[in-house]
């Protein structure tokens, strides 16, 4: 659990990510002094924790997963659920490192829902600049949250979850906030100011504290909650068994067949079926949802315009006028972001309805003319879930989709321009993929699929994989990303020139039962360890996390067009920089 209040600010309500080129300087750095500080005998250990060594929250140094001792088992390696796969130390190490950075501080005992946080009761306020200073492009803004249960009493701890936008409908102008919990029932949400002009602070409450200790229950323990099922047919014989990850530990005694993957070693199983072969499977479709998973009291965390996604009023007004950087003031020379408790930079902002960098790379804004000039020559494999699909079917406005005769929204899908020598491939991850029918011999592993790429200055891969692993716990995510990581580093070592784009998970829309599936704190959490364990790779992130919490549009699985548009944009303009004038 955590011990102090910086690991308090370990849990800011939102993931932090930044393109990762900017960062190396800082992880040599970081490594130099552990080298210097006699710890070089590690070093081969933490190289697989490089990411983690420089994670928006520094470990503290007791807890610092590489100088961590052996001890007894921690909660969340507690679960059975393939508990068979043993990882390596190695991996074992990394697997600590990247789950004690995504701590989350629960609540005490249960209480009734008269003492949960209570968005309503509860209030925020802008605090005033230092010295009463007018507020400047550049500066940093700070409100404070105070949580209140449903009778009107503060909270005095923390774990709520909560995300912070600053934006102006007028500009089309948003960027998303840092929230730091201070445990005890108050929270700051941390703005940088990065536009001139009208800044409006909306705070959200996504979940209660007390919501997210029931969703980190279901997570370690009801990963069964979500299951598929495959049918199974020879000549006129037919059937459908439940499958999932790893069924043994749930149903010792029944026969089952195992497709666990060889090249990987990723887990799959179902349950023989009674009169047919295991090699007999035709398909794998999602099979359903456990009922009961909650009682009725827990149930009550978790109603809609109550206590899921509801705003958090101001106590007084909640937007400022923001000035511009007067850059001639000797005064205002030295003053650039105001030191807050915790200084974190968003990856980016909207403004007039398109995304910049934080960093001032530009981005550059692509029309059908300038996207073929942009793809001639070039292969783009897309991999993932719907999410990434809505990029594939984004391009294929502008490069003629070729009919593979796929039969469902799974594809794969490929569009060809021959004319510019254009391909553009889609392929869906594979299981725990909970889209409709897919044909057995279509299911393919994206790190398998990467081992047959040969690579090179021409071709571009794709990466979105997060919405299908919420109901599992973190551990199976951490597994396939490392053997995704593994691939693309072999991919990058064989053919040097990939352009490999990772995309992050995004906010979505929720009621109860998709909270209790498919909540964006489960989201939240598997961004954070994405990006993570890619932040060593010479890999490009989009930041949809951060895309969609900017953005005006309601939350939504799969963001509207606005924001694709301004996705596809930004892995453009990685394929193809702007010039240097
Ligand atoms: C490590 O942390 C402990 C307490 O958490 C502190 O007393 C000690 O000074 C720290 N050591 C270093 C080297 O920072
Ligand atoms: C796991 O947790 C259960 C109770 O939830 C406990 O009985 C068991 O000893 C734990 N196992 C290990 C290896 O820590
Ligand atoms: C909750 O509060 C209401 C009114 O504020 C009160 O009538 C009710 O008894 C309380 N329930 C519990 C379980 O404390
Ligand atoms: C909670 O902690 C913060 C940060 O340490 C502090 O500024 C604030 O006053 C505290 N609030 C209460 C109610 O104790
Ligand atoms: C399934 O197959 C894999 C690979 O052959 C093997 O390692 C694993 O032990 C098998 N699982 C069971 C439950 O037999
Ligand atoms: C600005 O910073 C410089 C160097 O750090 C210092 O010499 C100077 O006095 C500062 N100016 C003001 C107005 O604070
Ligand atoms: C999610 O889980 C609940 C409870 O287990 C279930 O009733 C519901 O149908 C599921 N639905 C979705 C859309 O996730």
Redesign the pocket.
Known sequence: MLTDKQEAAANPGQPKGEPVRPRLSRLALIFFLLALSGLSFLLRNILTLENTASMHFQPQNSSHPALAQKGPLPPYKNHTICS?LEPTPDEAMEDRALLDAIVWPKPPAPTSLNQTSDPVHSLFAILPSKGGRERRVGDQLEALVQMQDFQGRPKHYGGDFLVARLHSPKLGAGVAGTVVDHLNGSYSALFPLLWEGPAQVTITMVHSSEAVAVLQRLREQRSDRFFFRSLFRSGKLSENTVCNMCL?HNRPQEP?C?Y?D?HTGEPWYCLKPKRLSCDTRINHFKGGYKKDLVTNKEALLFQSRVNIKVVIHASGPDRIDVLPKKIDDPELRNRSIEPGPVQYNPSGYYYKGSWRLFDGTPVRQFDAKSITQCLTGKVMNMYGDSTMRQWFEYLRAFVPEFNLRSTSTAGPFMAVDCQHNILLNYRCHNVPIGFPTIIASELRYVANELDRLPGGPNTVVALSLWAHFSPYPVEVYIRRMRHIRRALERLLARGPGTLVVIRSANLRALNKEISLNHSDWFSLHLDRVLRNMFMGLAVVFVDAWEMTLAHHSPHNLHPPPDIVKNMINLVLTQVCPAKKS
């Open positions: 068979h043994p089952l195992n666990t060889l």
